[in-house]
């Protein structure tokens, strides 16, 4: 059984920078191709960016390019994004998700982390 | 970018109700979309992709149509643990996107 297990909550204060984790176990790390999704309180989800491990190769949502960084470390089997520049509006629950590929094409996110709170307050 | 606009936003509904979520795409996506739920506090579940597929392990009680850009999820029978909020996604192109939501609440 795949488990995506992130780190903890963060407190940051605005014009700093957070990194949040996401450890993968119960597969093949090399295999998989993880998401970064944020949902900020009371709203929906917005999709940040991706990676695919094995190449680190990155694909990121034009909003967030120039300051966010998906990273992996194959070795650890564990996912980071780093987002810089912070401001209030990034307190938000930041999620990782599994993107299953099916037929050269992605189709839907199977697993998820179980969210990590970053809240940006002076 | 892709929208998806979800109607109703909020649905207030009772228990063995047939309910029926709807997904529009600003642009044809073909069959990339999935549907998901989310109960307060935790991460969202996967139940559709592929605009009809039901995921391993969801009841049969859900299901999804569609294709192009108007896509629909229904519950047939709506239980007490199927009160939360119903995200669709699309995954045809960058940036990926979700629908704003849709609330289903207790009568």
């Known amino acids: 059984q795949v488990q995506l297990v992130q780190s903890g909550a963060e407190v940051k204060k605005p014009g700093s920078s957070v990194k949040v984790s996401c450890k993968a176990s119960?597969?093949?790390?090399?295999?998989?191709?993880i998401n970064w999704v944020r949902q900020a309180p009371g709203q929906g989800l917005e999709w940040m960016g991706k990676i695919i491990p094995v190449f680190g190769t990155t694909n990121y949502a034009q909003k967030f390019q120039g300051r966010v960084t998906i990273t992996a470390d194959e070795s650890t089997s564990t996912a980071y994004m780093e987002l810089s520049s912070l401001r209030s509006e990034d307190t938000a629950v930041y999620f990782c998700?599994?993107?299953?590929?099916?037929?050269?094409?992605?189709?839907?996110?199977?697993?998820w982390g179980q969210g990590t709170l970053v809240t940006v307050s002076s | 970018d892709i929208q998806l606009t979800q109607s109703p936003s909020f649905l207030s509904a009772s228990v063995g109700d047939r309910v029926t979520i709807t997904c529009r795409a600003s642009q044809d996506i073909s069959s990339y979309l999935a549907w998901y739920q989310q109960e307060p506090g935790k991460a969202p579940k996967l139940l559709i992709y592929?605009?009809?597929t039901l995921q391993s392990g969801v009841p049969s009680r859900f299901s999804g149509s569609g294709s192009g850009t108007q896509f629909t999820l229904t519950i047939s029978s709506l239980q007490p643990e199927d009160f939360a909020t119903y995200f669709c996604?699309?995954?045809?192109?960058?940036?990926?996107?979700f629908g704003q939501g849709t609330k289903v609440e207790i009568k």
């Open positions: 998700a599994r993107v299953v590929s099916k037929s050269g094409s992605y189709s839907h996110f199977d697993y």
């Open positions: 119960g597969g093949t790390f090399s295999s998989y191709t």
């Open positions: 996604q699309q995954l045809i192109s960058y940036p990926w996107t």
């Open positions: 592929a605009a009809s």
